[in-house]
């Protein structure tokens, strides 16, 4: 079986998961690695994602590009990194929507859906995207896109 490379080693991961290397500086690595054919590495790159407290902006419209990634957890984590930026990422709602409206998988519109939950003063195609979410024959979609638009109505 051929294995995917990973854009970080297992060592470099446990380094940004510890502290010792800074996160920010990994991010783009760390959305590739999670296409990884190892599922330990994959947890890994997520669990320093995890620590990210805010996308440096600069990354941002990189970032974007990889909502509508065939990979669920790599577009999840992008609208999730995204959604970091607060009131910044008003300008990356359209990726997050695309995300939502487009990608195959129900968990990843799930988490587009919670990602425009946190962007305050979402635009009218985002809210149009949401009320149709909120019609999903998925209830946890359902959930999740009635309450980001209840978040926006106040």
């Known amino acids: 079986m051929i294995q995917s490379p990973s ?3 297992l060592p470099q991961l446990q380094d940004v998961v510890a502290g010792k290397e800074p996160v920010a500086e990994h991010v783009l690595d760390l959305l590739q ?3 990884d ?3 330990e590495t ?3 790159a997520s669990d320093a994602l995890q620590t990210l407290e805010l996308l440096p902006a600069e990354l941002a419209p990189t970032v974007a590009t990889y909502c509508l990634n065939v ?5 999840a984590w992008a609208c999730k990194l995204l959604a970091t930026l607060g009131s910044g990422a ?4 359209s990726a997050i929507v695309g995300c939502l409206n487009d ?3 129900v968990s990843t519109k799930q988490q587009a859906a919670l ?4 962007i305050p003063g979402l635009s009218q195609a985002s809210l149009d995207a949401l009320k149709i979410a909120s019609s999903s024959s998925d209830p946890g979609l359902q959930r999740l896109a009635t309450t980001a638009l209840k978040n926006n109505s106040g």
């Open 33 to 35: 690695t999670l296409q």
């Open 71 to 75: 990979h669920p957890p790599v577009a």
């Open 42 to 44: 994959r947890a890994w």
């Open 103 to 105: 990608h195959p998988s």
């Open 7 to 9: 854009a970080l080693s």
């Open 115 to 118: 990602s425009l939950a946190e």
């Open 37 to 39: 054919s190892e599922e």
């Open 90 to 93: 008003a300008e990356f709602q």
